[in-house]
């Protein structure tokens, strides 16, 4: 057997991966998070995330931006671990893994069966920075054996951080006087009579 027998097979999923900060960046909108996309290939973080209403000003524990970096898994089977290097460890804020959950691929698995709905973590920089692991040159947060610890960080819940750094009240409908009015994101500017 040579050596290009032993090389493993990996799979490449471009447009999966990129996919997977554009499907973050709908979940943390869709919770009224204003989101952006940081430039490509930015060292750090690949989303800045900021409080909907120009007008609000963060108080003493709100964060006016929020940096948040996005990992992502496509195999439904994967370890659950995903490489991080030491020095992006103070990029960030956030870091979100999304487990995509497209299939089975480990072992003989060739992803046809096994895909269920993605699952999102979105972890503090004080959670990756306590499970960040040296010890190889593979540097990596595992995530396998964490279950209970990490299902407060899950889906909304984990979103739901994000927006209470920012300041940003979770969008509720108004009720006056009995009638239901259209709930709005941001307070209703006043209009000025011209002279």
């Given at each position: ?5 032993k ?28 989101t ?24 003493k ?11 992502s ?9 995903f490489p ?43 959670f990756i920075?306590?499970?960040h ?12 054996h ?8 899950k ?37 000025i009579?011209?002279?």
């Open positions: 057997m040579n050596m290009n027998d090389k493993r097979n990996w799979l490449r999923l471009p447009v999966v991966s990129a996919g997977s900060e554009y499907l973050v960046m709908g979940h943390l909108m869709r919770r009224n998070i204003l952006y996309k940081a430039p490509p290939g930015n060292e750090g973080y690949d989303l800045i995330c900021i409080h909907p209403d120009s007008r609000h000003r963060p108080t524990t709100e964060c006016a931006q929020v940096r948040v970096q996005v990992k898994r496509y195999a439904t089977d994967c370890d659950r671990g991080l290097k030491e020095q992006s460890l103070e990029a960030f804020d956030f870091l979100i893994v999304a487990f995509l959950n497209i299939g089975n691929f480990y072992g003989k698995n060739e992803g046809i069966s096994g895909a269920k709905e993605s699952e999102f973590y979105t972890l503090p920089r004080a920075k306590a499970h692991d040296t010890t190889s040159s593979w540097q990596k947060v595992r995530l396998k964490l279950g209970n610890e990490i299902e407060e960080f889906n909304e819940r984990g979103f739901e951080q994000i927006a209470v750094a920012l300041g940003i009240s979770k969008p509720i409908k108004q009720r006056n006087s009995g009638r239901t009015e259209r709930a709005t994101a941001c307070p209703q500017t006043e209009t009579d011209e002279v």
